[in-house]
DNA sequence: CATCATTATTTCGCGCTTCGAAAAAAATAA
DNA sequence: TTATTTTTTTCGAAGCGCGAAATAATGATG
């Protein structure tokens, strides 16, 4: 509770300030904070300058970053990115490397990542850090257990152990996590009100991914992490997808299909395998500029979406939505569409009070959720056990 | 936990027992145990012929029946029940009244739900017990806290405070819950290891609605209990539902939309107010008698159900599935149809391997769940705060 | 029928965690 | 200087759960 209220509150609470986030009495945290700093997990800031009241000045804690470090490894269409952590969650190094993952062989694209973790690991910006965990974000989905990536759009092998391969390697425990899950852990380390309890994030990209918040907590469904938002059906029977089936939101919303709509493609087209962005952007300025089969595009992208939130909402109730990714920056064209597809179904009784936001960068908030997801591991599971694994630790 | 793994192991556990249940040790399962004894909660159980091995015998413990008592009601269409249950789950009393809920007016709803409680409460049944809890299930949604009917298709009339209303008249606290969480949470209840962590429990009945456990718990929305799953869209503008909207998985897997595809009417026909069981039953018996129009809208509410199954089914992933009501006895002419939906879903990509169980009596189901909601909340909110708040209640 | 073996339950003291109250520390205000 | 204020630490005490040993209650055995 005390490392985990020092990590959440960005600034340097003092020990009084903790009795209060925590509840425990001044007693409890002056003996544990006490335990900490001799583990060198926290340490006192010197930040003096808090404007001077009379009585006693409060000691700001922070989180050592020397303690330990993680590494994040971020996979998604064409692109790998890899960057190290320190404890109190500074960058140390990073590193993106384009790759054509479709047409990648299943042993070449498990290479890649291992050779990317292996040059992490031994650059000299982690020459005074122990790497306790890896967290590695993947577009598709994963098992609940974050051990294997079962299924992604970016390749056609499946089923790959990147947990088992990376520790094998390695010998650091790995964590394999869906990037919209990634993205909500990240919006809900904003600390702002928006994302507290309940909020979903929404990638739009060339695919359509979705992480949900609910009650404070990701929700993460029964078999795998990364419920597949995209693939709901919005026509029984409709327009091709990425995927093989039929009718997924994706295929109306993604990239992709807005590219073939607006084309003037037939929907059972074959998706193209990646749009770049400026493509996008160009799509958007002439959808924009006047009616056409552009701004049509964009129109069923929001009805789709809408629809497929409605028949959501309708099981979960009604959350803040944000949406991310290069498709976020055309929300004005989706928006109307989405409202009117919301207000038409049962989860959109109260459509107008529901608010979207929108967030164009998705890399940077991916990697941003999985360094948290791997710190608050090392957080509760290995330091806050208490002395005796923490002490295992210092001695290695 | 002591409470709590005496009520769940449907047998009288002995002390030993429990320790293995809870985990806890054997000095601190006999200091709770005696403690709970004294307080009236626990009593040991005179049942001795257990298979005599060596050693000293087990002696059971089993919940005290006389501890306290709960009042269950159940509201749905045309019906309104409500029994009296004591603290080890047996039923004390009972009551049925056939009402017609769609034309009542608010407030003689209101009345003839507080007069049966009161008729309920004053009953000499009820004695010799202290009711401390009353659960009341309707059928459409409740608020998160439990304490207001929002919406309801039995009724044109929404927002009742039923939990208020009933407090203020009684000054017993008031649960107001969605009927068919009842159902979820009385299958988990059954013990069996296929309702352990996830399952959906279903309702197939004049409406269609939905109970979802995940890991172990009641899923609940963020703002009312009883997720539409009813309501999500199944085809957009399409059939006409009960609820004024179009298109819902309701107004093609509803009774009165078999009955009305059934009967050849047009998709937009007003949907029949309420119809009988043993017509949905005949219906059901000429669609198994051969092709023709009963047999087209039982397959048309297997696609329904299933297209919207898949779609759930991508964002939580797949689980168990029961379906209960007079509509889950004619599965049968359901199963084909929505097995070959759901296949074709991201949700269903194990389709083959999704099982599904069929419970025809709703009303039972939610009785009982009724039942163990309100006694568990009495085991965990009161019992279990120690011998402050139960020595309190013993004195009153 | 006394004794042994076996299993269930209780008793007893210990260690851990947290707490409240009081003391100590470190600053400003007078 | 001294008083005041605020933060932090120190010091028993209470509560909870545990392990080890003691006690209880039975069937098996000679």
């Known amino acids: 509770m005390v490392?985990?209220?020092?990590?959440?509150?960005?600034q340097e609470p003092s020990r009084t300030e903790i009795t209060a986030i925590t509840g425990l009495s001044h007693s409890t945290i002056s003996a544990i904070s006490s335990d900490l700093i001799a583990e060198g997990i926290l340490r006192e800031g010197r930040s003096e300058p808090t404007a001077s009241k009379r009585g006693r000045p409060q000691v700001g804690l922070q989180l050592d970053p020397g303690a330990a470090a993680v590494l994040t490894v971020v996979l998604s269409l064409n692109l790998l990115t890899a960057a190290a952590i320190d404890y109190a969650g500074n960058i140390l190094a990073e590193e993106t490397r384009r790759l054509d993952t479709l047409s990648l062989p299943r042993e070449a694209l498990i290479r890649e990542c291992v050779d990317m973790v292996r040059r992490r690991l031994d650059d000299r910006s982690l020459a005074e850090h122990r790497v306790l965990r890896i967290a590695f974000?993947?577009?598709?989905?994963?098992?609940?257990?974050?051990?294997t990536m079962l299924w992604t759009p970016i390749t056609p092998h499946g089923d790959i152990p990147f947990a088992d391969i990376l520790e094998k390697a390695f010998g650091i425990p790995v964590i394999v996590e869906n990037d919209c899950n990634m993205m909500a852990v990240a919006l809900r380390w904003r600390g702002t009100d928006r994302y507290r309890d309940d909020f979903i994030a929404v990638l739009l990209s060339h695919g359509i991914g979705m992480g949900i918040v609910l009650n404070g907590e990701l929700f993460i469904g029964t078999q795998s992490s990364g419920g597949e938002f995209g693939h709901m059906i919005h026509k029984p029977k409709g327009a091709r997808c990425r995927c093989g089936r039929h009718g997924c939101v994706e295929a109306y919303a993604g990239n992709y299909a807005i590219w073939r709509n607006a084309h003037g493609l037939d929907e059972n087209t074959e998706p193209a395998a990646d749009i770049p962005d400026d493509e996008m952007l160009s799509l958007a300025g002439k959808a924009r500029a006047g009616a056409g089969p552009e701004r049509d595009a964009y129109e069923q992208a929001g009805s789709a979406?809408?629809?497929?939130?409605?028949s959501l909402f309708s099981v979960i109730d009604p959350a803040p939505v944000?949406?991310?990714?290069?498709?976020?920056?055309?929300?004005?064209l989706i928006e109307p569409a989405l409202r009117r597809a919301i207000a038409e179904t049962a989860g959109g009784q109260y459509s107008d009070s529901i608010?979207?936001?929108?967030?164009?960068?998705?890399?940077?908030?991916?990697?941003?959720?999985?360094?948290?997801?791997?710190?608050?591991?090392?957080?509760?599971?290995?330091?806050?056990?208490?002395?005796?694994?923490?002490?295992?630790?210092?001695?290695?």
């Not at 974000?137 to 051990?147: E, L």
């Not at 979207?356 to 890399?363: D, L, R």
């Open 3 to 10: 490392i985990s209220a020092v990590r959440r509150s960005g």
């Open 137 to 147: 974000a993947v577009q598709g989905t994963a098992d609940s257990q974050a051990r």
């Open 355 to 396: 608010v979207f936001a929108t967030e164009p960068k998705e890399q940077i908030l991916i990697r941003e959720g999985c360094a948290m997801r791997a710190l608050t591991f090392i957080d509760q599971e290995i330091f806050a056990l208490g002395s005796p694994a923490a002490l295992a630790l210092q001695e290695s």
């Open 305 to 310: 979406l809408g629809y497929s939130l409605g």
């Open 322 to 332: 944000t949406f991310v990714g290069i498709g976020a920056t055309a929300f004005d």
